[in-house]
């Protein structure tokens, strides 16, 4: 259950991705902290070692020497992010630019209260 629910997580995170073009962590750290109870350390670390290739590698490397990476998690959620952005950004492409502007600021404000009214 845990493994659909971690790709699940990746799917929404890529659709979000390809959609609006926000990074997949903004999603994936919230998540992994208020829906699967990781330490923020943790949820820092292995989102950054699923985004390794090349850009997290060394931020990766550094979570992961202090035992804040879960590598098996981060390979399931890149696993449904690599899907989820493509059919995010084939959603985006058909949509006005003007929608796009207000799924992006809905976004945005929810992750905002989010973090801000649940920490």
Known sequence: MIYGALLGLGLLAGILS???GIGGGVIIVPALVFLFGFSQHLAQGTTLAL???PIGILGAWAYYRQGYVDLKTAAIICAGFFIGSLLGATLATGLSNVVLEKIFGFALLAIALKMI???
């Open 51 to 53: 985004l390794v290739p």
């Open 18 to 20: 390809g959609l609006i």
């Open 117 to 119: 009214l649940f920490t």
